[in-house]
């Protein structure tokens, strides 16, 4: 459950990277090269969120999944 959920930050961030990757591309010198480096991280952080609810939803430590099981 935490997997799937993780997917809305994932894709909130994927989104800002390729904003922030276009504007860079609209710009010259050392903003172009700053913008593709932060856009790069962007993402980088952007995949952290699907490993973390993959993790975490093998492990059990879910939350979600404990306050499912306390209302059956």
């Known amino acids: 459950m935490c997997f799937v959920f993780s997917f809305i930050p994932a894709t909130l961030l994927v989104v800002i990277g390729y904003f922030v990757l276009f504007s860079s ?18 993402f980088v952080i952007a995949s952290f969120f699907p490993v973390m609810g993959v993790f975490v939803t093998i492990s059990g ?12």
Do not use: A, Y
């Open 25 to 42: 591309t609209k710009s010259e010198g050392g903003v172009r090269k700053f913008g593709k480096i932060l856009s790069i991280w962007i």
């Open 61 to 72: 430590q879910c939350p979600m999944e404990e306050m499912m099981m306390e209302r059956n």
